[in-house]
């Protein structure tokens, strides 16, 4: 790092800001700030940045992104209501369970595409994510017909939503 | 072998009937939901039908509690019964014919749930 280099947020040099009196150390908001940041930037270098830059690129990215959140928030969603009515847990579970299969119903209107179409697609999104949930939670090992059903499944899925159309913007290309 | 011997037990014509009208049941939830919230973010509707179709979505969580199969495969068939019933809706409600592309693909991926759900095992 830089002598002179100027954290983001913060308006004054940290570098000078430590007192030269000081001859122990201690965990000063100086030392604190420098490891949040460091931490910071390594964390989004590694996995933030390539996710937007990605994001910027090409929608075919973003999309598939949106797709397995719209799973992961259907599966958790119901998990809750599941743990709440046959678990006997506590309402307030069942009540977060309802947001977040609410928030499952925004994430497709991030879609660039038809109501029907992006909704036909998510099907075969979710045949995929249910056999690896069962695969992780339930040790259900999913055998050579649920690979080849899976397989078959993604490629109805890249023809339903990804073909490119005539006179429709292609998720294809670069995003402007 | 005693969770095996249960499962095929429970394979009765009851037990399948049951199954498949629940997830009828919950896939017109699922998509009546997703379509009020559609309205209300997309099509710019009012905010009464995003409330309503957060309440369908919650009422879509709570069927799955009611259904006798717990098993990956049959999610897995839910899938193919999910993507007929959104041409389905779109047909119906949107007026959309469904274009070249999404009849083959959703041919093919129907193909993938019932090559899961009806492999000879």
Known sequence: MAEVEQ????????????????????ITSDTLHKVTYTTYTTISSLFVQPLTDAYKRKKVISTIFFFLLAGLFEIGGGYLIWLWLRADMSWVIGVLGGFILFLYGIIPTLQPTYFHRIYASYGGIFIVMALLWGFIFEKE?????????????????IIIFYAPRKGEESLWSKQH | MVKAALIFSDLTPFFVLTSIALFFVAAIAEIGGGYMVWKWLRERKGVLFGILGGIVLFVYGVIPTFQPAQFGRVYAAYGGIFIISSILWGMLVDRKKPDRYEVIGSVIAVMGAVIIFYAPR
């Open chain 1, 7 to 26: 954290y983001p947020g913060t308006s004054f040099n940290t570098r000078q800001s430590v007192p030269k009196t000081f001859t122990h150390t201690y």
């Open chain 1, 141 to 157: 090992v999913p055998d050579i017909f649920d690979i080849v059903g899976s397989v078959v499944a993604i490629a109805g899925v």
